[in-house]
Structure formats: C-alpha cells, structure tokens
C-alpha cells in the first residue's frame, strides 16, 4: 500500500535561508508524487506535482522537488526563505495509477523568523 | 487554479442532530470529486471518493450511512453527517480532481464541524 512519511512535524528557518522539507514515499507502483501547501482559514493550494516527467520539477513561489526512485524521496526546497512562506506543507503519493485519490503524509509546518 | 467552495464555513451543532455541507466548484467542472477529514495536526483522510452519477465509494471504517455524499452534478455535492456525536467534531474538507492519473485536484476552504 503507498504511504507518505513526512520527516519533522516543524521546521524553523530564518528568512532568506534555505528550507528543505522531507518526504519519503512508499509506493507498489510508479508514483505520482504533490506538494500542496496549506495556509490559515485557506484550502490545499497545489505547489508542485512529479508526474514521471522530469525528475526535478519546479512550481509556484519559487519551491521545486527533486523525485529520487533509488531513495524513495521527494524532497521540497526553496533557496531563500520569505516569511509569506510560513504555512502548512503537505506531501502525498496518488493511491494508484489510473485514479486521482491521494495519500497525504502528516504535514509539516514551516515557520519563517524575520 | 480552480476555485472550490464550502458551506459552511463553520457549523456549531447538538449531539443527534443531522447537518449538511455544500462543496462548490466555481469555474472548474469534474466527474470526480473526494470528501477528507482533517483532525488537529493530522494528515488529511481520505473519506469517500464520489464520480457524478454514481454511488460514492467509502473507504474502510467510514460508515456510508452516518456520512452521505450527494454529487449532485459536476460542480456541486454535499455531505450530510447525520446523527452527529461529538467525536465526529472535526474539519470537513472537500476537494474536485482533474481526470486521470497523476491529475491536480483542487480544495475547498473546507468546514470546521464541532458537535456539542
């Protein structure tokens, strides 16, 4: 059964540093991997998705995703944290292949210091 | 993106009673849409996945008569919790996806329930 592990519930950075945000999958078939980001009194907005494409895939405000296979990752980075970037992270890896359902990991949340 | 709607925002009701959530798609129509649970610094849960037309699928350990999923058309469904109990307090989220493998699906605000 696929499953989401996100490492570290909080991470903390100051602005302008680099955030890195962990997520290991488990999947029984070639997964489709998201990163959605979650921000107070608002709904899951998509940051980026893998979708067997290029490996390194880049989204929305400046975050991109590495999809390593041999290490089951899809880790999230930015290189200069902005504290509009404080919000909930979300990783998930679809159910299957043919469908949209998705398995979420547990989140993380990313706090910015000025 | 697409914009998705929930009605209500938050809902304040006695243990017993029934109450309904409205899940919209402003400009964005889709056969299928999902129906998770989000509790305090936890994972969404996959509730139900609903296509247009069809009965909702329920996944394990959810009760298919406590939770009713009405996809009424490609832009609007709800979900009615009926005879709520205090441990069904939670947040209610509602999501359309784009068809096929690997398709971006789009959230609602979602519905803080709290049954008292």
């Known amino acids: 059964a696929q499953s989401v592990t996100q490492l570290g519930s909080h991470v903390s950075v100051s602005e302008g540093a680099l955030v890195l945000l962990r997520c290991n999958y488990s999947s029984s078939v070639p997964p489709y991997l998201f990163w959605y980001v979650q921000y107070p009194n608002q709904g899951l907005q998509l940051l980026l998705k893998?979708?067997?494409?290029?490996?390194l895939v880049k989204g929305i405000n400046g975050f991109e995703a590495e999809f390593k296979k041999s290490e089951t990752s899809f880790h999230l980075t930015k290189p200069s944290a902005h504290m509009s970037d404080a919000a909930e992270y979300f990783c998930a890896v679809s159910r299957d292949q043919a469908g949209t359902a998705l398995i979420f990991g547990k989140g993380t949340t990313l706090s910015v210091s000025s | 993106g697409a914009v998705v709607s929930q009605h209500p925002s938050r809902v304040i009701c006695k243990s017993g009673t029934s109450v309904k959530i409205e899940c919209r798609s402003l400009?964005?129509?889709?056969?299928?849409m999902f129906w998770y649970r989000q509790f305090p610094k936890k994972s969404l849960m996959l509730m139900a996945t609903s296509n247009e037309g069809s009965k909702a699928t329920y996944e394990q350990g959810v009760e298919k008569d406590k939770f009713l999923i009405n996809h009424a058309s490609l832009t609007l469904s709800t979900l009615t919790v009926t005879s709520a109990h205090p441990e069904d307090s939670s947040f209610y989220i509602c999501s359309w996806a784009e068809t096929g493998g690997g398709g971006t699906q789009y959230f609602g605000p979602g519905t803080r329930l709290l049954v008292l």
């Open positions: 893998y979708t067997s494409a290029a490996t």
């Open positions: 400009d964005f129509q889709a056969t299928t």
